[in-house]
């Protein structure tokens, strides 16, 4: 199949050579065939919480092989990842979460006292999973069919909001967005990446 969007580089993948190694991290390998599945679990589990085309969802944790999964979920979900930087301090994530009006927050355990303190001010976060606690069993009750959703022209697929100062909450911002389509110098080689890469 042709690469045309985001979501159609590990559904690409997984078809042409779903037994290579498309991430590494500590002591877990992942190939293109169960990262394909992976993010077919977690957009079918946030079409089942009720996430709409162009809903933002939050991450908030550090470097985990759980992101490429939730990354590629929520494009095939026509979802729109925030990550948000865990350097930030509290007031800061919880100005960024809101600022993109969130709906689910995914985040890691070392964080939830931050995000004690910060709870009562994401309105707009509907359910909080935890990626090294709830995630693996959440993940795994969904189904793994892929929901192949269109994918539109404009459609966004990554939203970064450089953090403004808490003392000046109406500061301005232009939001970077990155869109799902690929261009077609974009699209991997045949073989995909070269050796030694991971997605």
Same mark, same amino acid.
């Not at 580089?9 to 590494?24: E, G, S, Y």
């Not at 977690?42 to 908030?60: E, F």
């Not at 022209?153 to 500061?171: E, H, N």
């Not at 991997?188 to 997605?199: H, I, T």
């Given at each position: 199949?042709?690469?045309?969007?985001?979501?159609?580089?590990?559904?690409?993948?997984?078809?042409?050579?779903?037994?290579?190694?498309?991430?590494?991290?500590?002591?877990?390998?992942?190939?293109? &065939?169960?990262?394909?599945? +992976?993010?077919?679990? !977690?957009?079918?589990?946030?079409?089942?919480?009720?996430?709409? $085309? %162009?809903? #933002?969802?939050?991450?908030?944790?550090?470097?985990?092989?759980?992101?490429?999964?939730?990354?590629?979920?929520?494009?095939?979900?026509?979802?729109?990842?925030?990550?948000?930087?865990?350097?930030?301090?509290?007031?800061?994530?919880?100005?960024?979460?809101?600022?993109?009006?969130?709906?689910?927050?995914?985040?890691?355990?070392?964080?939830?006292?931050?995000? &004690?303190?910060?709870?009562? +001010?994401?309105?707009? !976060?509907?359910?909080?999973?935890?990626?090294?606690?709830?995630? $693996? %069993?959440? #993940?795994?009750?969904?189904?793994?069919?892929?929901?192949?959703?269109?994918?539109?022209?404009?459609?966004?697929?990554?939203?970064?909001?450089?953090?403004?100062?808490?003392?000046?909450?109406?500061?301005?911002?232009?939001?970077?967005?990155?869109?799902?389509?690929?261009?077609?110098?974009?699209?991997?080689?045949?073989?995909?990446?070269?050796?030694?890469?991971?997605?």
């Amino acid at each position: 199949m042709s690469i045309s969007t985001l979501a159609d580089i590990v559904r690409h993948q997984a078809v042409a050579q779903p037994a290579r190694i498309a991430l590494t991290f500590e002591d877990r390998h992942t190939n293109y &065939a169960a990262l394909d599945r +992976q993010a077919n679990q !977690v957009a079918n589990g946030l079409l089942a919480a009720g996430m709409r $085309p %162009a809903t #933002r969802i939050a991450v908030l944790d550090k470097n985990h092989d759980s992101f490429f999964e939730i990354w590629f979920g929520a494009a095939k979900a026509k979802a729109v990842l925030v990550p948000v930087n865990w350097r930030l301090a509290a007031p800061e994530i919880a100005y960024l979460v809101s600022d993109a009006q969130a709906e689910m927050l995914f985040v890691g355990s070392e964080y939830l006292g931050t995000l &004690a303190r910060i709870r009562d +001010q994401l309105t707009s !976060v509907r359910e909080v999973i935890v990626t090294d606690q709830d995630y $693996p %069993a959440w #993940r795994g009750r969904q189904s793994a069919t892929d929901p192949q959703l269109a994918t539109e022209g404009g459609d966004v697929c990554l939203q970064v909001t450089p953090a403004a100062p808490p003392a000046i909450p109406k500061a301005p911002r232009s939001p970077a967005t990155i869109y799902c389509r690929c261009s077609r110098s974009s699209q991997p080689a045949a073989n995909g990446p070269s050796g030694g890469q991971r997605m």
